[in-house]
């Protein structure tokens, strides 16, 4: 595949300036391609995995076209997302950093029309656009397209699975007829070449092959697994590398849910993006991750296509994807920039053979490999373990404990025997804390202590800061009641075992009695529904107070300032099998 270096590309000064001050030693395989095409005002489909550069592909001819001197919308580049739209926008940026007088804007549903409007007013020349609010704003007469050289669909196939097809093509009837057209999509179904023949003229092919780009960076695996065990399996995998940064795939909205609670029950610093995510929210989510600010994103693929971060370690497949192209894109995540990153995909049942498929028709290339067993996993954390160690000492990271020391060896203790001491002491701590969950294959507080480390969970702060640390405490042991393959794994253990809610002995002041349909009938304990709620609201712990079983129905106090939030966001979740229906108590009711 053919790379090279950008000024052989016929770049202006200003782009090779800025390219430089990206940091981009030389054009990817599709830039290399692209631009010398889109300089020359040749219509171009690109077809590449995700990560491999598309949108500097697209960027840079189309800054190239503009003149900025003229105040009016000469590009338009239209994407799936709102994120894809800020993303692509930042891109151009700064790639036209050095290009003075260039303005760009992204327009997506959600903001206010005021602020985009101004920009469009300003003389924005880029517009980076939701199919949808493009053509709210070419209705309203603030978007006008009459000036337009270059147009460009980012990501074609997924605006046309999100049902963008008719107002893509609005949006292309209304455009000049004498303007560039870049396309790119990942996948090539009919729709799309029927675009493509529509709305072109004779463009130029470009072709990067997917797996060719990805597979060697990335070592790909899979594991047959009980579906019961699969997040079992997830946090083996989780604490046997030492993850700390990587995406998990869910192909629904429910299973993302799911399991970003059980995750966050379980300690894992995770947060999760769908489809019925607002919009602020999905920013502040993306952002986060961005930042690192949790360890991992669960997401669905549409939630999650587009999101550029780059160098994961990991990106999981808990549920097996629709095809080799989904596979590829989610895998084309990690192992970015020359790093090597990891791929995990669990089957279950006859997903196997879906899975078969995949890999024979998709020339994937993934191996199967055996659970990591719970001694693997403890050798792992054993190693873990005594690497901190090490490199504490090492790095001199710590501060010298001199006195406390002398004292000990005045009394006739070695300094082995003291460290030894130590060691066991930050071991037994774990062990106690870990029970009933006996050998959690968990990251234990004594390497956390090790790495002179705060457990994660009272860190998290900023826009979206879960209750994190109160909200762990919650956390209910749900899994180890759970009849699972393996025994359950808690990275904090010791907070859930503290965890002991007294009966209801009758209403607190400040709380306010909800009614939910579970009792013992459904085996409910309270640390379930304590568990869901901290989950499901991310509220802190104590907005719970007394909670009370009763066969059918169980009783909850909640803070009264919540107790809204709590009933709207509980309603229709699912507990064992059981849908929520929350009713409040009225004050004198009696159960
Ligand atoms: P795609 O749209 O194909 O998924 P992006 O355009 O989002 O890929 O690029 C992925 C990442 O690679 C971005 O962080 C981008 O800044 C970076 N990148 C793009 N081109 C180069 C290059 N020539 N050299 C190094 N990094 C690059
Ligand atoms: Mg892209």
């Known amino acids: 595949m053919e790379k090279r270096p950008f000024n052989e590309l016929g770049l202006s000064p200003e782009l090779l300036k800025a390219v430089d001050k990206m940091g981009f030693e030389e054009a990817s395989p599709i830039q290399t391609a692209v631009i010398p095409h889109g300089l020359a005002g040749k219509d171009v489909v690109g077809q590449s995995a995700t990560g491999s550069g598309k949108t500097a592909a697209f960027a840079i001819p189309a800054i190239e076209k503009v003149d900025v001197k003229l105040r009016a919308v000469q590009v338009l580049v239209l994407c799936p997302t709102r994120e894809l739209a800020v993303q692509v926008a930042e891109e151009f940026g700064k790639l036209a950093f050095f290009k003075k007088g260039l303005m760009e804007v992204p327009i997506y549903g959600g903001q206010s029309y005021e602020r985009q409007f101004r920009a469009l007013h300003a003389g924005a020349q880029v517009v980076i656009g939701t199919p949808g609010r493009v053509m709210d704003h070419m209705a309203r007469g603030t978007l ?63 072709r990067i092959e997917a797996h060719a780009q990805n597979a060697p960076q990335v070592e790909q695996i899979y594991f047959e697994v009980d579906r019961r065990s699969k997040i079992e399996l997830l946090t083996r995998l989780v604490d046997y590398h030492d993850f700390r940064y990587g995406i998990i795939f869910c192909s629904t909205k429910i299973m993302v849910d799911e399991l970003d609670e059980h995750l966050h029950a379980r300690g894992y610093s995770t947060d999760r993006l769908h489809g019925d995510i607002t919009q602020a929210q999905r920013t502040r989510v993306m952002d986060k991750f961005r930042r690192r600010g949790f360890e991992f994103l669960v997401a669905t693929d549409v939630a999650a296509r587009g ?37 995990f995909t669990f089957v279950a049942g006859r997903e196997l053979y879906k899975l078969q498929n995949m890999i024979h028709y998709g020339r994937l290339k993934i191996r199967r490999e055996n659970i990591p067993s719970m001694d693997e996993v403890e050798e792992a954390r054993g190693n873990v373990f005594f690497e901190r160690l090490r490199a504490t000492l090492e790095e001199k990271k710590f501060k010298s404990h001199d006195e406390m020391f002398g004292r000990l060896m005045e009394q006739g203790h070695t300094s082995t025997d003291i460290a030894s001491a130590l060691i066991h002491l930050l071991q037994g701590q774990e062990a106690e804390a870990a029970k009933p969950a006996k050998a959690a294959p968990t990251k234990t507080k004594a390497e956390r202590i090790a790495a002179n480390e705060a457990p994660k969970t009272v860190s998290s702060g900023g826009p979206v800061s879960r209750p994190a640390a109160a909200g762990r405490e919650a956390s209910p042991p749900t899994i180890t009641e759970h009849p699972k393959g393996f025994s359950s794994g808690d990275r904090f253990a010791a907070q859930k075992r503290s965890f002991d809610r007294k009966p209801r002995t009758g209403r607190e002041p400040g709380f306010t009695t909800v009614s939910f349909n579970v009792g013992r009938a459904q085996l409910i304990t309270p640390a379930d529904l304590v568990g869901k709620i901290a989950g499901v609201t991310r509220l802190p712990a104590n907005v ?48």
């Not at 003229?201 to 470009?206: E, G, I, N, T």
């Not at 989904?326 to 990891?342: E, I, P, S």
Request: glycine share 4%.
């Open 144 to 206: 006008k397209l009459d000036a337009l050289k270059v147009v460009v669909l980012d990501e074609a196939d997924r605006m046309l699975d999100m049902g963008f097809r008719d107002d893509i093509e609005h949006i292309l009837k209304a455009v000049p007829e004498q303007r560039q057209c870049l396309f790119f999509s990942a996948t090539m179904p009919r729709a799309i070449q029927d675009l493509i023949k529509r709305y072109t003229r004779d463009p130029a092919w470009v």
């Open 544 to 591: 719970v107070g007394a909670i009370d079983i009763h066969e059918e129905h169980t009783l909850v106090d909640v803070a009264t300032e919540h107790a809204e939030l709590v009933m709207a966001k509980l309603a229709g979740i699912r507990i064992k099998n059981q849908s929520l229906k929350p009713a409040l108590v009225p004050p004198a009711a009696n159960y």
């Open 307 to 343: 999101l550029d971060v780059d160098d994961l370690e990991v990106v999981f497949n808990f549920d097996l994807p629709n095809d080799a192209e989904d596979y590829t894109h989610r895998v084309g995540r990690t192992g970015r920039a020359g790093r090597k990153g990891m791929a």
